[in-house]
């Protein structure tokens, strides 16, 4: 027996007081309202309604059943608009804070595509990782080690000028005598690569060849460390190669690291975000996600 339903043609049968009036309320035929109610009777092995040639009145065991069947009515509507709603509920993305509008679009149209509502929410690594971790966010694309990556973004350096357009070896930035009180060159990271696969590797090599702390930076954003790269202060952007062309730069490797550096990428589901979901993102946005993070190619996609 179908109980809500049951209990929904006698909470509306017994409110208009007719089989009629109640059935037409309820959205069901007078027939299916009245096999309903006498089941839900059969059920109880009470009688809930007296019936009359023009009406029909609770009897004392109806009157004392009315209160829980209206709450459980109640209930089965809330269920319903709940599920409605988990269902369009959009699946909260944590992405990198400078992914392109057009590649974030594109990436939208393409979850819909595959029916999944897809709201991103740019962030820096860490606070990706945290809302992540909270479950702010469903999926994140965190920031991991390269051999750990689903996608990879090779890094280097963009110069105003580059001479021979070879590798660019951290050496030439020592500062020599003939500097003077010249500020050092430096070598500009965006927040995006201040984690440490990224990091410390530069960091390492920095102190290994001798250049001061200072000349290894973390900026606020791309836009002002690209502006001091342009403003001729012969300082660089770790970028990737797209990137460097996208600002006017040239793109260079660096000359002491070999591989060089790279962003790594993998997409993380929150605990109860059902698995076959991101799996979904996973495989049918595959070139979307990479076009957001600047991947060429994807593995597992």
Known sequence: MDLLGACRAFVHVSEYGSFTVGAAAARMAQ???SRRVAALERHFGERLLARSSRTVTLTPFGREILPLARQLVRLGDRLEHEAEAARHRPLRLAVPADCPTGALARLIAAARREGIPLEPRPAAPAER?????????????LA????????????????LDAPGAGPLYLDTLRPGRADGARRPRRVWL???DDVPHVRDRLTRLR????????????AGGLAPAAAEVLSGT????????????????EWREIGELTPGPARGYALTAAEDTPPET???????CGHELAACIGARHTNGT
């Open 144 to 159: 991991v080690a390269p051999d750990a990556a689903a996608w990879t973004v090779p890094l280097g350096l963009a110069v």
């Open 31 to 33: 027939s299916v309202a």
């Open 207 to 218: 102190d290994a060849l001798g250049l001061r702390p200072a000349q290894l930076a973390v």
């Open 234 to 249: 012969g300082d660089a952007l770790l970028c990737p190669r797209a990137e460097a062309r996208a600002l006017g730069l």
């Open 129 to 141: 990782a945290e809302l992540v971790g909270s479950r702010e966010v469903r999926a994140a694309l």
């Open 278 to 284: 991101t799996e979904r993102l996973r495989r049918g």
């Open 190 to 192: 965006q927040p995006e």
